[in-house]
């Protein structure tokens, strides 16, 4: 993973659930917004070309990585699925409502919109993604070589 002259977000291995796609997922996230972060210069024209150029891809990191942990969720008969499903869908709303805003030149700045993408990361992987960590570590074996698996469809 690169290596951000700033970090808004440093991955710890408090943020992993040790399921190697997700946790490469939330790297991923994590690299997103320190991306963006690092885009920060404080000339408007400059953050309003990156910005129209990075977000498209980030929506769809983002879509794509909800898509993933929706997936393994639904494959697990993780009880809280729907509402786990609701979270991500406010998120695309709410991303969508400040890209329309930075769009059109309304409050946010790129600085903002970076901070917003960071609480919620934080917030989402410590408190919503760790319900369902929990799950598959409850219904996960341990393999001869230590590690744990998660059999789909199996629950």
Known sequence: MKKHDNELIAWTNKLA?????IDE???????????????V????????????????????YIKNHF??????ML???????AEHKREHESFIIAVVKHIREYKSGKRHTLSSF??????????????VDKKYFEYLKS???RKDDGTLSVSLNAH
Not at 17 to 21: L, T
Not at 67 to 72: D, L, N, P, Y
Request: glycine residues 4%; aromatic residues 12%.
């Open 17 to 21: 659930c040790g399921v190697k796609v």
């Open 25 to 39: 997922q939330h790297k991923g996230l994590v690299e997103l917004v320190n991306e963006m972060f690092n885009h």
């Open 41 to 60: 210069t404080g000339n408007y024209v400059q953050e309003r070309d990156y910005f129209n150029r990075a977000i498209t891809e980030a929506v769809e």
């Open 67 to 72: 898509a993933t942990e929706e997936k393994i």
């Open 75 to 81: 494959a697990t008969k993780f009880e809280d699925y």
């Open 114 to 127: 970076t901070r917003f993408l960071r609480d919620w990361i934080l917030s989402h992987i410590a408190l």
């Open 139 to 141: 219904i996960a074996v």
